[in-house]
């Protein structure tokens, strides 16, 4: 089994800045891609940014140049820094991990319980 623990959510200003971290935890041997997603009230989840173990970066249209995806590999911990933060980036921002390679079988698809960001205008 593999968990992902997010944390760092929380309530900011409009044109404020908060930092996400996601941490896994489990018999894991290595996680090449992890990720954030976020999904707003009535919208569909939605793809913020990933990162593979090497360090490749990809971000969604809406956050690129204000976010900043990064991970420690030995921790197996992903972070996300969010900066200029608008109301629009209000939502529940869930970590992800499409392929965790274990000691047994690999888990594909695993997701945090996601932690909400709120962006007051």
């Known amino acids: 089994q593999v968990q992902l623990v997010e944390s760092g959510g929380g309530l900011v200003q409009a044109g404020g800045s908060l930092r996400l971290s996601c941490a896994a935890s489990?018999?894991?041997?290595?996680?090449?891609?992890m990720g954030w997603y976020r999904q707003a009230p009535g919208k569909q989840r939605e793809l913020v940014a990933t990162?593979?173990?090497?360090?490749?970066?990809n971000y969604g249209d809406s956050v690129r140049g204000r976010f900043t995806i990064s991970r420690d590999n030995a921790k197996n911990t992903v972070y996300l820094q969010m900066n200029s933060l608008k109301p629009e980036d209000t939502a529940v921002y869930y970590c992800?991990?499409?392929?965790?390679?274990?000691?047994?079988?690999?888990?594909?698809?695993?997701w945090g319980q996601g932690t909400r960001v709120t962006v007051s205008s």
């Open positions: 489990g018999v894991i041997f290595s996680i090449n891609t």
């Open positions: 990162i593979t173990s090497g360090g490749s970066t």
């Open positions: 992800n991990a499409p392929r965790v390679i274990t000691t047994g079988r690999p888990i594909f698809d695993s």
